[in-house]
């Protein structure tokens, strides 16, 4: 399975992205996703998640409210909305499926996209 990344880019402060993440090479529907962002000096760190099963969502306190996670089964992809960006929302977002739901270790992902940078400025 491979997972492709997209929708990164430069906003201002208030702006908003559509990240999507693409699997190929097999269905992922039983996977549950997760999306992780990475600053600069900074761990990864997961911002959210979905379940497979149900598509009960985690978020991270920081863009609780601004951030929706979401998947579509028949097109194989997960998509994060951002909005009401910030400029600390500045990182590089990364995608990940895997068997267990919000797990925050990198190590309990079984596949991994890219990367997308955003970059919000003030």
């Known amino acids: 399975v491979q997972l492709q990344a997209s929708g990164g880019g430069s906003v201002q402060a208030g702006g908003s992205l559509r990240l999507s993440c693409v699997a190929s090479?097999?269905?992922?529907?039983?996977?549950?996703w997760g999306w992780f962002r990475q600053a600069p000096g900074k761990e990864r760190t997961l911002v959210a998640a979905i379940r497979w099963r149900d598509s009960k969502t985690y978020y991270e306190d920081s863009v609780k409210g601004r951030f929706t996670i979401s998947r579509d089964n028949d097109k194989n992809t997960a998509y994060l909305q951002m909005s009401s960006l910030k400029p600390e929302d500045t990182a590089t977002y990364y995608c990940?499926?895997?068997?267990?739901?919000?797990?925050?270790?990198?190590?309990?992902?079984?596949?991994w996209g890219q990367g997308t940078q955003v970059t919000v400025s003030s």
């Open positions: 990940a499926a895997g068997q267990i739901f919000r797990a925050q270790a990198i190590r309990d992902y079984d596949y």
């Open positions: 090479g097999r269905t992922v529907s039983t996977s549950n």
